[in-house]
């Protein structure tokens, strides 16, 4: 077990932002429910949850604390301050988690996707004073935030707030170097202070569940056996002071394959280590777009255009080379509306990107690729 801020736990949680769908769109409760029995039969405990993620929280009520027990499992949410109108919406946010979990109270509480972009609404709002009220109401156990900046900006909000229990980064095997994302050195920033660390995106919005050809050939060569996923949930779960990884399961294979190696973890040896550096310098040869579907980016846009799908084409058109299945699956995309060209270069999408890509310049190739 792992120790995080006081509790026994796993290292491994389920995140709840990308759960099975029905045709129609809505999530799949039945096979959420059967998801999160297995989870906890595991001997996992961790959920995770917030206010901005669509449906995720009535769906951890019907399949999560209405069929089990308070005790048997802890879950986090979150309080998003770019998603309420005022500082009384935001303060309300909590409420309405709590009313849509049922859950009584939540173990982790955080402030959500902290910027340079949109800390002065926390500050604005009194956000890090009212988690601590919360903490003393009993409503929140432990409370932290999440982050997306630069290491010199998450130094500065932790030298401002040292009360912060924790800190929730990306940190994945991609991103470790990358120079917008800068995983290594955010980590290093929050060990610094004595922040133990919950990973999310580990494997970056599903690309490292199912990387290019050359990245897999790097990790079938040193184990036929391991899923691509494996190599890269491992990676973050043995850096020493990462305490939970977050995978955003959506399904049963997903799911079983996760367990096959988090409920026993090992972490990864020398020999292993040399194969993920191998790997990152196969990737590097490779453009992207480092987009990993958050969606934060789309509520906003006055043209409704699906940014991160896409950019999901676009970067498996880089990554594979088939022009014509990437103009197929556009073209269906687009049917309805919501064409690359039809970005208006007003920037909204821009100020809301945690990974700070310049979304605009990414949509005008878009254009000139698939229309």
């Given amino acids: 077990m792992n120790n995080f801020?006081?509790?026994?736990?796993?290292?491994?949680?389920?995140?709840?932002?990308?759960?099975?769908?029905n045709e129609d769109g809505t999530i799949n409760t039945d096979l959420t429910a059967e998801m999160a029995d297995r989870f906890l039969e595991a001997g996992m405990k961790y959920?995770?949850?917030?206010?901005?993620?669509?449906g995720s929280e009535e769906a951890a009520k019907k399949a999560l604390v209405s069929r089990h027990d308070r005790s048997e499992f802890f879950l986090s949410s979150k309080l998003n301050a770019n998603a309420a109108k005022d500082e009384a919406d935001a303060k309300n946010q909590i409420r309405v988690s709590l009313e849509r979990t049922g859950a009584g109270y939540f173990d982790f509480y955080l402030l959500h996707a902290l910027s340079k972009n949109n800390a002065d609404k926390y500050d604005a709002y009194g956000c890090w004073d009212y988690v601590k009220q919360l903490k003393e109401e009993g409503l929140v156990r432990h409370y932290g935030f999440s982050f997306h900046d630069s290491p010199e900006f998450l130094d500065e909000l932790l030298t401002k707030h040292p009360d912060a229990e924790f800190v929730q980064l990306q940190i994945n095997y991609a991103d470790w170097e990358d120079a917008n994302v800068q995983s290594r050195k955010c980590y290093e920033v929050a060990s610094k202070h004595g922040k133990p660390v919950i990973v999310m995106e580990p494997v970056k919005g599903g690309t490292l569940a199912n990387p290019p050809e050359t990245v897999t050939a790097v990790l079938k060569a040193a184990d036929p056996d391991a899923s691509p996923a494996s190599w890269a949930i491992r990676f973050v779960a043995s850096l020493d002071n990462v305490k939970i990884v977050l995978s955003g399961m959506s399904n049963l294979e997903q799911m079983e394959d996760n367990l096959s190696f988090m409920a026993d973890f090992k972490p990864l040896d020398e020999a292993e280590q040399k194969v993920i550096a191998d790997a990152q310098e196969a990737?590097?040869?490779?453009?992207?777009?480092?987009?990993t579907a958050c969606r934060y980016c789309?509520?906003?846009?006055?043209?409704?255009?699906?940014?991160?799908e896409?950019?999901?084409?676009?970067?498996?058109?880089?990554?594979?080379?088939?022009?014509?299945d990437a103009k197929r699956r556009y073209a269906h995309l687009t049917k309805d509306g919501g064409l690359a060209s039809s970005c208006i270069g007003c920037l909204q999408c821009e100020g809301e990107c945690p990974q700070h890509i310049g979304i605009t310049e990414f949509l005008h190739k878009a254009a000139e690729t698939l229309e």
């Fill in 298 to 308: 789309t509520g906003g846009c006055p043209m409704q255009i699906n940014i991160p």
């Fill in 310 to 324: 896409i950019f999901r084409i676009m970067n498996r058109y880089m990554l594979f080379g088939d022009l014509n």
């Fill in 283 to 291: 990737l590097r040869q490779i453009p992207q777009i480092p987009c």
């Fill in 5 to 21: 801020c006081g509790e026994e736990l796993s290292k491994f949680g389920f995140g709840l932002m990308r759960l099975p769908r």
């Fill in 47 to 54: 959920f995770d949850t917030a206010y901005v993620y669509e």
